[in-house]
C-alpha cells in the first residue's frame, strides 16, 4: 500500500483527507476535475473530482477553484505543501481551473 493508496490508515480514505486539508485553505473554493473532469479519484460507489494522486513516478494532481484575490503562485505552492504533507508525494501539480467572484 502506497502514499496514494486509498486503503491509507487513517479516518476517511487518503483521496478524502487531501481534499478536507485543501478545502480548509482560505483561498480554496471548491475542488474541480478540470475542463474534461480528467482530475480525479474514484472510491468505492463514488468519484471525488478534483484529487489524483496518482502512483509510481506519477505526480499527484489537484484541481482547484481560488477565491479571488488570492495570489495564484504563492497559494498553489502553499497547496503544494499541504497535498505532499498529507499524502507523501514528492510531486504535487496544482490546477488552478477558475476564480470564484465576490458576491
Known sequence: ???????????????ERVAEALLAHPAVAA???GPYG?????LPGRRLPGISLGGGD?????????RF??????TAAELRRIVAGVSGAR?????????????
Do not use: K, W
Not at 38 to 42: P, R
Not at 58 to 66: C, F, H, I
Not at 69 to 74: D, T, V
Open 1 to 15: 500500500m502506497g502514499p496514494g493508496s486509498p486503503e491509507a490508515p487513517g479516518p476517511g480514505s487518503l483521496p
Open 38 to 42: 480528467t482530475i480525479a479519484s474514484y
Open 91 to 103: 510531486r504535487v501539480d496544482v490546477v488552478v481551473t477558475d476564480l470564484e467572484m465576490p458576491g
Open 69 to 74: 484575490g488570492a495570489p495564484i503562485e504563492a
Open 31 to 33: 475542488l474541480s476535475g
Open 58 to 66: 506519477e505526480p499527484a494532481r489537484v484541481g482547484v477553484v481560488l
